[in-house]
């Protein structure tokens, strides 16, 4: 899904148990440096209340849930970590704080670590223990244990769940190296994603979910260095055989009209048509306020890489004012286009501008571009002659600054890439089909016609497309270029100090290790590592570039396995992928296609349960006071509801006991402020599911079209509970405004506590449904809805009105607040917080460690520096240094020996933000629709 907020959030504004030691490579120390050992269990075998940092509530419950690694923190200049022995014990015996000094120097340092409070065993508290080196050790050790101790803690953080892993890599490699052992990646001792919750709810109604299933971008091939040099052809590899869809029979008969610039982008590439440069500067202004929060609704984010200030600076094509100026008198319409979505790494781009008068247009961005170049460093300028088109290029080595223009009939094209150039102009010389001549094209602008609607961009991602990022020779390119990455990420750990302390100043050309992946020549240069093969780390070569045209066997191998098992998930025929988005005032849209979905899709039991049937315009009992609405149509005939229906009926099949349903069920949780008190008077990480579903405010209405079978339900219903569990339910009517009710309640002779202590289930069968609550106010609430609409003599006729009856043709909706938001997150609160606690924690350890190293450097700016991508506290928090405890911490979340219970949704979640999907099953596909209104934005 991550691969899929980047992709569409490029588009719209283009047009990371966790060990905390504090342990730090410094300069080369000299061949006499002094190593120490210290004994852990000797060292805090006194404690007491003195040695407490603090002992925040939160450890109280959540100490048997968290990571609980100590920390040492010795002065700069000096290393030291932990080593443990085979049998780990709470006791620390057998442990060891092992360090490297320089001669001559004392050492204070401190180690940090969880126990229990010495007067309340319950309790549990951050405890520091303050240790002294003399100049002259009392205690020494070899440099063995210390190389080792140092690999061994370095391979804990050697994960792509902590930021500056290619860092841990080279420093657990190194060390382990001296002692003649191996090192291996051990990472996190436990996930840092969990599955649920209102994010995922909120990725598959929306659609997100179907595509990540459909392109599988997360799943590379798992390719390893070996000894197998045998090559084969890719054009020998057949790739996807999985048969095109037949587009004939799904077209109108009257043509749809078509974006301009279709003509010229290559069928096999996504587009993004936007209608106008209005549009475009209005996406780019905004891109922050939306994209940026719908990312973190899906999968916050800690770590971040500018994608659009990088692409734009490449380019040369900044959005200033005065482009601004340009643009809005001389381009109608933009078009974005490229081969792949790999944004993160590097990819081909081109911006293709309609407009009237092309010469000008023309001149004016050559300007531009050539004035952006000279802030870039070996900027050439090159000409390039195919077919009959002239094209311009400014580029430097490291491809920072990548520009090629070039002017076709009505458009201006620029591109950072000659073979995406190549490929549009082959497109304009009839060489290759464009998208212009696609049916699948053709059918998704009839469905999200141009005409008549506010669209802000539309993206098509065809068939041939996806099928092309499918095929030999983009699986296997993808995968060569990430291990090439990790081989510069390597060499740029080698020479950290040297590139950050400015002393590269000639280019110098670096040899790799044997043990290390291909990655052609490889230069050091002032701005890092550069592979004349695979680009930088801030940019990689394009694929569209590798032009790999021969594989090992076993790449090939790989890539038909992984084919093989991604074929056997489709039906019949391949998807292309369609996306329409709008920005109207305060409110963001999204209207997605996926024609068809793979086998095996989460959605299927959602299918099987809804069959044909769609919502009918007046389905539900809706109404002002829901914070959280799920509203399904229901195949009454679906095998699940028939199986329900044989075990209501003891097994008569002939007997529909669920006949009454009409076609939907509503779900909502109500706004209830004595509930909501309630739930905000207990400490966030002590909630229980008790305690929550005590009185909660949940409602399930379910509409009725035959209150006869709906009576002999309910009856069906409380004698099968009688009979099967009597004597622990007591049935009690109530009454509302005449309208009886029924409450259900533990017997008093259950001993299991005091019945009024616990939940309680309410109902109330009226005419046109069953409500269902667990909270009488509910319950209460909708008897008055009804007698409402009873009164309300026009409501009344239009519920029997046969145009109020057609169906909506969505087939399950949903709306949330952000306050419903909060309250659904706060059932799983414990393994949200974990969560975000873990993503928000994996930035320390890098924080610290550069600090550590480079105390004269901002750890942050040096990180950015290093890896080419800014940490982000994922809630919206800051990190900080705190001082008593030597580490930074989170804002928000705090630190793991010292946690905060922080937000565990994503950033910018207000109270009165609305989040409305819709979605439903066509064409053997899915259609969904997500609106987003942000209160920040009135």
Not at 260 to 282: G, I, N, T, W
Not at 642 to 670: K, P, Q, V
Request: proline share 5%; hydrophobic share 40%; net charge negative.
């Amino acid at each position: 899904m991550s691969r899929l907020i980047t992709f569409v959030g490029f588009l719209l504004i283009s047009i990371p148990a966790l060990p905390f030691l504090e342990g730090a490579e410094t300069e080369p120390m000299a061949a006499d440096s002094v190593y120490f050992s210290i004994d852990v269990g000797h060292l805090i075998e006194n404690f007491d209340k003195s040695h407490i940092v603090s002992d925040p509530k939160m450890l109280e419950a959540s100490f048997h849930q968290m990571e609980t690694t100590p920390r040492v923190v010795v002065p700069p200049g000096v290393e030291a970590y932990l080593l443990e022995p085979q049998d780990r014990n709470n006791e620390y015996a057998g442990y060891q704080i092992i360090g490297r000094k320089p001669p001559g120097v004392a050492v204070d340092g401190q180690f940090y670590v969880l126990r229990r409070h010495p007067e309340q065993a319950q309790k549990s508290t951050l405890a520091k223990f303050d240790f002294h080196v003399d100049e002259t050790p009392a205690t020494t050790c070899e440099a063995s244990d210390f190389h080792r101790a140092k690999g061994r803690y370095f391979q804990l953080l050697w994960s792509p769940d902590y930021a500056g892993s290619a860092m841990f890599r080279h420093l657990a490699i190194e060390s382990l190296r001296e002692v003649g052992e191996s090192a291996s990646p051990i990472g996190p001792s436990w996930p840092l994603r969990r599955s649920g919750g209102v994010d995922e709810t909120i990725r598959l109604v929306s659609g997100g979910r179907a595509v990540s299933e459909n392109l599988q971008f997360d799943r590379e091939l798992a390719i390893t260095e070996g000894d197998d040099h045998e090559l084969k052809k890719l054009s020998d590899v057949e790739g996807i055989r999985v048969r095109e869809i037949d587009w004939t029979g799904r077209l109108s008969k009257e043509p749809p009209q078509l974006d301009p610039l279709a003509r010229l982008v290559p069928h096999d590439q996504y587009a993004v048509f936007v209608p106008s440069f209005a549009k475009l500067v209005e996406i780019v202004d905004r891109s922050r306020e939306f994209t940026r929060p719908i990312a973190q609704w899906f999968e916050p984010q800690s770590r971040t890489t500018d994608v659009l200030g990088f692409y734009q600076s490449q380019l040369g094509l900044s959005l200033d004012i005065v482009t601004r100026q340009i643009g809005g008198t001389l381009v109608d319409e933009v078009t974005i286009t490229g081969s792949d979505p790999y944004f993160r790494t590097g990819t081909d781009i081109a911006v293709l501008m309609q407009t009237n008068q092309p010469t000008i247009l023309y001149q004016a961005i050559l300007a531009q571009i050539s004035g952006h170049s000279s802030l870039h460093e070996h900027v050439a300028q090159i000409e390039h002659q195919f077919n009959d088109h002239k094209i311009v290029e400014w580029s430097n080595p490291r491809r920072d600054f990548s520009s090629l223009v070039t002017v076709v009939d009505d458009a201006v094209v620029v591109s950072n890439s000659i073979a995406q150039m190549k490929a549009i102009l082959g497109t304009v010389d009839s060489q290759t089909q464009s998208m212009a001549e696609l049916d699948e094209y053709r059918f998704f602008r009839e469905r999200y016609r141009r005409e008549g609607t506010n669209e802000s961009a539309l993206i098509v991602i065809t068939d041939a497309a996806i099928r092309r990022w499918c095929g030999p020779q983009w699986r296997i390119s993808a995968a060569r270029r990430t291990r090439a990455r990790a081989s510069i990420a390597e060499l740029t750990m080698q020479h950290a100090d040297a590139l950050i302390a400015g002393d590269v100043k000639d280019e110098t050309q670096l040899q790799i290790a044997s043990n290390l992946p291909d990655a052609g020549t490889l230069m050091l240069t002032s701005g890092g590592v550069r592979s004349d093969r695979y680009g930088t780390l801030d940019f990689q070569t394009p694929i569209a570039e590798l032009n790999v045209t021969t594989a090992t066997t076993g790449e090939v191998e790989l890539y038909v396995g992984w084919r093989d098992r991604y074929q056997r998930r489709w039906r019949n025929v391949f998807d292309p992928i369609a996306l329409q988005l709008s920005i109207d005032g305060n409110s963001f849209s999204g209207d997605l296609s996926v024609i068809p979905l793979i086998l095996g899709t989460e959605y299927r039991s959602w299918q099987t349960l809804i069959g044909d049937v769609t919502l009918k315009s007046n389905a539900g009992d809706r109404h002002d006071e829901e914070l959280l609405t799920w509203l399904m149509a229901l195949d009454v005939n679906s095998p699940q509801l028939r199986f329900a229906s044989m075990f209501l009926g003891n097994g008569e099949a002939n007997i529909n006991m669920i006949s009454w349903i009409d076609d939907s069920i509503h779900l909502y949780l109500d706004s209830d402020e004595t509930w909501m008190r309630q739930l905000a008077a207990q400490p966030v990480w002590e909630s229980s599911s008790e305690k929550i579903l005590k009185d909660l405010p949940i409602g399930l209405f379910v509409p009725s079209k035959d209150s006869l079978k709906q009576a002999l339900f309910v009856g069906a219903v409380r004698t099968f509970l009688s009979r099967s569990a009597p004597n622990l339910i007591r049935w009690e009517s109530i009454k509302h405004k005449d309208i009886e009710f029924v409450q259900a309640t533990a017997a008093q002779s259950t001993p299991i506590g005091d019945p009024q202590d616990m939940p309680q289930l309410y109902y109330v069968t009226l005419p046109d449904g069953l409500t269902i609550s667990l909270n009488e106010r509910v319950i209460r609430r909708a008897i008055d809805r009804h007698l409402a609409r009873k009164e309300d003599t026009a409501e009344l006729k239009q519920l029997v009105d046969e145009d109020a009856m057609a169906e909506s043709g969505a087939q399950l909706e949903t709306r949330i607040t952000g306050v419903g938001a909060q309250l659904v997150n706060a059932f799983g609160y414990q393994a949200g917080l974990n969560r975000m606690h873990r993503l928000s924690w994996g930035n320390l350890p890098i924080l610290n460690y550069l600090r550590h190293r480079y105390p004269d450097r901002d750890p942050k700016t040096v990180y950015r520096q290093l890896f080419g991508q800014t940490l982000v506290e994922p809630g919206g928090g800051e990190y900080a240094w705190d001082d008593e405890i030597s580490s930074y911490v989170s804002t928000l979340q705090g630190y793991h020996l010292e946690p905060k219970a922080g937000p565990v949704l994503g950033l910018n979640i207000k109270p009165d933000d609305v989040i409305e999907t819709s979605l439903s099953f066509q064409d053997d596909g899915l259609r969904a629709k997500l609106r987003i209104t942000s209160a920040s934005s009135n």
